[in-house]
């Protein structure tokens, strides 16, 4: 058939190997990835557990979101409400007759304070509301276990306690004047910013 010398074999074989060299070159790349190396094997396991680790951490971020949501609205329903600081004054009065009432006690006076801002940035602030009374030591005593352990946030923050020459019952009653602060939400309220 074909009649080829000695020396024509020879460059043919050794461009074919050239040949098959050259396209062994350029498809390496592609073998390469496709049969990775065991220090790709390391890498990718060690991306693939950082990413494991970060999935993880996000699922725990988002459950802790949750529960801090819940929190806030559980926290949300012990706000007074109201158009007005003067509004939810009211209804801080309104709880404060009930505890009276159910003590046996007369208010004499109920004056509503300014109230502040708790922080920049937060919306809640103070609603102040003070009271002058007269009680006996059991009753007072009871009132401002009624007032911590309202359904509301409420808290005594000034008081003022002196004897009277008064009695009622053979016990002598205590003078005492109160500033009982409301938490209110200002969020939606134009009256809140200050």
């Known amino acids: 058939m074909f ?19 050259a396209i062994f070159y350029r498809t390496y790349p592609i073998v390469e990835s496709a049969y990775p190396t ?16 970060q999935f993880e951490k996000s699922k725990q971020l988002k ?5 801090s949501t819940n929190m806030l609205i559980e926290f949300e329903t012990h706000l ?23 003590n046996n006690m007369e208010i004499s006076s109920i004056q509503v304070l300014k109230g502040k801002k708790i ?48 009695k009622k019952d053979d016990n002598r009653l205590l003078d005492v004047t109160m500033t009982v602060a409301g938490l209110m939400d200002l969020s939606s309220k134009i009256s809140g910013k200050e």
């Open 38 to 53: 065991e220090e790709k094997i390391a890498l990718l396991k060690t991306q693939f557990a950082g990413y494991k680790h």
């Open 3 to 21: 009649n080829i010398d000695q020396r024509k074999k020879y460059i043919f074989t050794i461009g074919l190997i050239l040949l098959i060299l």
């Open 63 to 67: 459950s802790k979101i949750q529960q």
């Open 119 to 166: 922080q920049i940035g937060l919306p809640y602030g103070n609603v102040n509301v003070r009271l002058t009374f007269a009680s006996t030591i059991s009753k007072f005593k009871s009132m401002l276990y009624a007032i911590d352990t309202s359904s509301k946030f409420l808290k005594v923050t000034e008081i003022t306690v002196r004897s009277s020459s008064r």
């Open 80 to 102: 007074f409400k109201g158009e007005t600081p003067a509004l939810a004054a009211v209804e801080i009065q309104s709880i404060l007759d009930q505890i009276a009432s159910e």
